[in-house]
């Protein structure tokens, strides 16, 4: 760290980058910032509650205090008072850069995952202009004067909800993912440099979603050979790498920011990675009404409104597949939260 107080501090977060792949692709010269700036600094271990779950680790982050007390592990909350769970809104975490804006100290935040706007006067804030992990809060930026600037700037192509229904048996659907993220990390790197140019803070804290939302569904390109993925063969085609077009595109807009931002202090990191998996296990539910822990609520124990919720969802489960998908291209994002 540079002991000059009037230097800035770049820090750019890569959610759900895998550091075993980013190794593998600075060795092999296909990520030339990251590589670059390794040749002058340290590549160091974090170690994170990603044990407990993904969910968890921003939280931890952006609070410095351990799972058990800030109690997020999703984008869920358990409430034990009423045996339920609320979309998490952030409203009772504090980040640790609030006390920083403060003293004074200019700081400019843009995506940080599961973290709520704080008022900032001196920089700038956005939260959730498109992010893998959305909450309650929705997009809010801040202070006044930079709402413009995010308000005209260019949508991120994931805005649109397009590709929610992208599987890897998908070919298009998955090329066009990868683009999407690809195109999306160019725009959000666009913007975080005019955001930093016109505010110039003296901490700013950028995060790239698009490596998490690429790789939940585009991780099989990169293990072709692995056991779980050979059934995800594609008319005998060999697999395009088209995660590793994300990471290049995020690399790109990396060496961008380094260069325009003249950071005395850079640092790019990751809170946890991600392996080979065919999707989550959804027997928790059944086991717990078949061993008496739990039972389904009926419909006369609901009130109307939670009737009418569970029907829709009833005929969503059961609709067509082409229908499904025209209804998470015209739904905006607000009408899951």
Same mark, same amino acid.
């Given at each position: ?5 009037? #230097?800035?501090?770049?820090?750019i ?17 296909e990520?030339?910032?990251?590589? #670059? ?29 351990e ?7 999703s ?5 034990p008072?009423?045996?339920s769970?609320r ?6 975490l ?22 709520p ?9 956005v939260?959730?202009?498109w992010?893998h992990? #959305? ?20 949508a ?8 929610v ?6 070919k ?11 195109t999306g ?5 666009s913007?975080?440099?005019?955001l ?7 901490l ?8 998490? @939302? ?19 063969e594609h008319?005998?085609q ?6 590793k077009?994300? @990471? ?28 080979p998996a065919?999707?989550f296990p959804?027997f ?17 124990a609901? #009130? ?6 569970s ?6 489960? @059961? ?8 209804y ?10």
């Amino acid at each position: 760290m540079s002991t000059d107080k009037s #230097s800035s501090v770049l820090a750019i977060g890569i959610d759900a980058a895998e550091s075993t792949i980013v190794r593998q692709m600075i060795e092999q010269n296909e990520l030339p910032a990251l590589k #670059s700036l390794l040749a002058g600094g340290k590549w160091l271990e974090v170690r994170s509650p990603s044990p407990i779950g993904s969910g968890t680790v921003w939280p931890t982050f952006l609070t410095g205090s351990e799972p058990a007390a800030h109690g997020i592990y999703s984008e869920w909350k358990w409430l034990p008072e009423t045996m339920s769970l609320r979309r998490y809104e952030g409203h009772h975490l504090t980040p640790f850069w609030k006390s920083l804006a403060e003293q004074g100290v200019s700081i400019g935040v843009f995506d940080v995952p599961f973290a709520p706007p704080v008022g900032i006067k001196r920089g700038f804030e956005v939260c959730e202009w498109w992010a893998h992990d #959305s909450t309650a809060a929705g997009l809010r930026a801040g202070p006044d004067e930079i709402q413009s600037l995010v308000q005209t700037a260019r949508a991120h192509p994931l805005s649109s909800n397009r590709f929610v229904t992208a599987t890897p048996e998908s070919k298009t659907n998955i090329v066009e993912l990868a683009e999407a993220c690809s195109t999306g990390a160019q725009v959000r790197g666009s913007l975080a440099q005019r955001l930093i140019q016109e505010t110039k803070p003296r901490l700013s804290l950028i995060v790239f979603p698009e490596v998490h @939302h690429a790789g939940h569904q585009l991780w099989h390109t990169l293990a072709p050979d692995n056991p779980l993925y050979q059934r995800l063969e594609h008319n005998g085609q060999p697999l395009e790498p088209l995660l590793k077009d994300v @990471h290049r595109a995020v690399d790109r807009e990396i060496g961008e920011l380094i260069d325009s931002s003249n950071a005395g202090t850079v640092m790019v990191f990751a809170l946890h990675g991600m392996r080979p998996a065919l999707g989550f296990p959804a027997f928790l539910g059944p086991l717990l009404c078949e061993q008496g822990f739990a039972q389904l609520a009926t419909l006369r124990a609901q #009130s109307w409104t939670k009737r009418g919720v569970s029907a829709f969802a009833a005929v969503k489960r @059961h609709a067509p597949a082409p229908l499904k998908k025209l209804y998470y291209q015209v739904t905006p994002a607000t009408a899951y939260l």
